[in-house]
């Protein structure tokens, strides 16, 4: 067998330059030539044993869609992607490949070497497609076997609805907010994930006809009763959007802010374009953003986009345990975040008009390991120190949206207060009622949402099928 | 697309519009709110159900033109729709038979106080209503108010209409002459409220009070809203917006109203110099 010769790092990828994108929206990652996409697709090994696919959670055929690329069928490429992945322009930019495909993948293996850049080229691919001229809307059944309604028009709601489109389903989403997408329009910003791709995916889904009603919030506007008239089947996708907050004294103050709150003011409302659009957004100068995980990151960068001298993100654990992307984390140094580990805020503190000057800090150290086998945070006595601040983010979690479960108190949910579902199949304990994404799993992640709409979406079809065969 | 079918000037700067929103009409009740949004760059705002038609499918609104987005909708047409409605949304008023109940209206409030009066009314509840305002002109939909009550008290600044003072003072009549009240509501500007729900603690009567907190989403997903009532991080969006008056913390309830302070001037200030004099709101 001849030596395999592999450049030992991934392709370089253009971007822009820190200290330019650190104060507009635009997208940070440029994106690859398709050049520059060949070369890094002539990285990959075509694996027998396919580590990759395995570490997929909607196992697409990575090797597959690679070797076209690499043979330059960008169509073939494309279509091996769409075949597996509703949202490959979306997943491209936001799955953790480092813990996913990449972290598998036999290159990143070998002595030296990074993985291939598989979500880069999974991007490269989609992108590509999207600039098509023709984009070819799959083959529409015309019977229509059933009617389903989607609550919630998130990454999860969105897949159950195209694959049930493509069946032959009639399909009907109620959307909460005057947008669909979930937290891929109202959470994640604009130079992560820009929105016109959003909007993309979004059209592709109305034109399998797909309808669409936001403003609608179920449970208030529409009642579940009438939906289990109106249709043989219901899927619920409302994610997990109520914020958490530490509770700490001061949690009020003017300042003090929950990343959904500030994330949605920039990025559905478009507050970063006062007074253009309507909606502002405070503008702190001396930012601290509480938390590590990818909310915090978006957050961070956010502030320091809208003028932040400085950005500080204080979290109890340490670097190891930070939960976020790596590539973000990389961009956010880069950009000129601070990082304050094992740093927990006890108090916010503000003046006589209820405004934020300050937040009182406690340094902690990590314990024996908890429930989740990490390793706890404690905080070291004696330790207090004070930061200025003018304006704090906290994103420290969230929990599932309360408006739809309230309103349907018969359907069974977990000890954590997420609906009870079938990992298969999203069965609720409710006959024809399914449910999938972040309102089953908690706060997850955009692939594990639309995996779950996939999954539930087969699943419906037999349902309805079995139900009007029963008839 | 939402139509606006009717549109009537009710007092200086306060508008009443019936807008078509068949889906939240069919299932609107008192204590309801919606949030809506002018244009595709509107901010989306909170405002009260103030009653619905739904063989009509329609929904009434009434406001008071206090900042960008409530001074254009004071511009807009019969014939014109608005962006977006959303709702109904929040918990509807505690409605059951308390005996006595005490509807207090303040401003536009009185906008909200309406709905919620008339359906305590049906349902049996002895119905006392005090309206305040700065002056006559201000006190708004009086005669409906009245038409719904066993008994109308109004209250003015000036004297110019009812009794000189604040609707506090209506409350000191009615418990001086001994009046038995079961429940109270007040709703209105956010020191009226603070200021009733003291005096009705004085006089022992307990009363929901509707905040009016700065709100994104209005569905929860936010906390923009929160309000501390008790010990407790509320979000007035889906908890309230009625909590009981007695555990507000009002003072944040004020300071956080005033947050976006300087933004709001702007805006206003940008909205003007691009539609020339808006004196005739
Ligand atoms: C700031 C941020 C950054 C993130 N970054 C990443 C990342 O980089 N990579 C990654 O993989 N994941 C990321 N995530 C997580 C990921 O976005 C979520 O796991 C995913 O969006 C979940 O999808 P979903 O469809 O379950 O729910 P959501 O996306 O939350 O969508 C739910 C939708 O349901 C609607 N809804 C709720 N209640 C009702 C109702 N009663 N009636 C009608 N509609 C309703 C909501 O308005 C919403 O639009 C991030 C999350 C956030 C908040
Ligand atoms: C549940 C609820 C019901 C309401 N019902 C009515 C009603 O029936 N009629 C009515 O005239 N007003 C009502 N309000 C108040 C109304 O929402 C505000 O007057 C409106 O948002 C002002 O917007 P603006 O752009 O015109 O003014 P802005 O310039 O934005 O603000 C002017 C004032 O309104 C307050 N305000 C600003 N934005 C908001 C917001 N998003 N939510 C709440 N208050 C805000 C500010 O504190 C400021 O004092 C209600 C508020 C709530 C929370
Ligand atoms: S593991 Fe890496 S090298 Fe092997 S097939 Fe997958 S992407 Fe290619
Ligand atoms: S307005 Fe967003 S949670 Fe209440």
Known sequence: MAVIKISNNKTPIKEQDPKVRAH?????????????????????????NQPCVAGCPVNIDIPGFILALKNRDLTKSAEILKSYNNLPAVCGRVCPQESQCEGRCTVGKMKGHEPVAIGKLERFVSDWEASQETINIPEISSKKLGKVAIIGAGPAGLTAAADLAKMGYEVKIFEALHAAGGVLMYGIPEFRLPKSIVEREINFIKSLGVEIDTDSIVGRSITISELKNDFDAIFIGTGAGTPSFMNVPGTNLNGVYSASEFLTRINLMHAYEFPESDTPVRLGKHVVVVGAGNVAMDAS????????????????????????????????????????????????????????????????????????????PVPIQGSEFTIETDMVVEAIGQTSNKVLL?????????????????????????????????????????????????????????????????? | MFEITSKEKIAAKEYEIWVKAPQVASHAKPGQFVVIRTSHNGERIPLTIADFNVEKGEIRLIFQAVGKTTYEMATMKVGDSLQDIAGPLGRPSEIKKYGTVLMIGGGVGIAAILPILKTLKDAGNKVITILGGRSADLVILKDECEKHSDELIVTTDDGSMGMKGVVTDGMKVLAKRGEKIDHAWSIGPTVMMKFSAYTAKDLGIPIFVSLNPIMVDGTGMCGACRVTVGKNIRFACVDGPEFDGYEVNWDEVMNRLRQYKDQEKISLENYMAKVGDLSWL
């Open chain 1, 24 to 48: 507009n929206f635009k997208e940070v990652v440029l994106g690859y030539s398709l050049e520059e996409a060949v070369a890094e697709a002539n990285r990959c090994l075509q694996c027998v």
């Open chain 1, 301 to 376: 960068r956010s502030a320091l986009r809208l003028g932040a001298e400085n950005v500080k993100i204080v979290y109890r654990r340490s670097e190891e345990e930070m939960p976020a992307r790596i590539e973000e984390y990389h961009h956010a140094i880069e950009e000129g975040i601070e990082f304050h580990w094992l740093t927990n805020p006890i108090e916010y503190i503000g003046d006589d008009k209820g405004n934020l000057t300050a937040v009182k800090c406690i340094k902690m150290e990590l314990g024996a390991p908890d429930a989740s086998g990490r390793r706890r």
């Open chain 1, 406 to 471: 309230s309103a349907f108190p018969e359907l069974k949910l977990t000890p954590h207060g997420y609906i009870e579902a079938d990992p298969e199949t999203g069965q609720t304990s409710i006959k024809g009622v399914f449910a999938g994404g972040d309102i089953v799993t908690g706060a997850a992640t955009v692939i594990l949402a639309m995996g779950a709409g996939k999954k539930s979406a087969i699943a419906i079809d037999e349902y309805v099928k079995s139900k009007k065969v029963a008839r």
